[in-house]
Nanobody
């Protein structure tokens, strides 16, 4: 499975960006799609995930500001990022987990850079 992410860029604090990610394979019925991020010098961390049924999970740091959504027909996941802060600056990675008798190893997109200026 290949993941293609898009939508990163430079934005001022308080602004918004929308990330999108498309998965190349739609064969699997039980999947979790999500976004992780990695800031310079820090470990990769969870931002948000969403199941095929639409159940979403957010990191505390983005609750109330970010919204994750997915389009199962198009096999895409989106991350609407509002009220961005400089500390949101990071490379954002799209992630896919597939259930096929057990959870697969993670699939990762190529990463898209989000820079929030103060």
């Amino acid at each position: 499975v290949q993941l293609q992410a898009s939508g990163g860029g430079l934005v001022q604090a308080g602004g918004s960006l929308r990330l999108s990610c498309a998965a190349s394979d739609n064969r699997f019925t039980v999947t979790i799609m999500g976004w992780y991020r990695q800031a310079p010098g820090k470990q990769r961390e969870l931002v948000a995930t969403i199941t095929r049924a639409g159940d979403a999970n957010y990191a505390d740091s983005v609750k109330g500001r970010f919204i994750i959504s997915r389009d199962n027909a198009k096999n895409t996941v989106h991350l609407q990022m509002n009220s961005l802060k400089p500390e949101d600056t990071a490379v954002y990675y799209c992630n896919l987990k597939v259930w096929n008798l057990k959870w697969s190893p993670d699939y990762w997109g190529q990463g898209t850079l989000v820079t929030v200026s103060s």
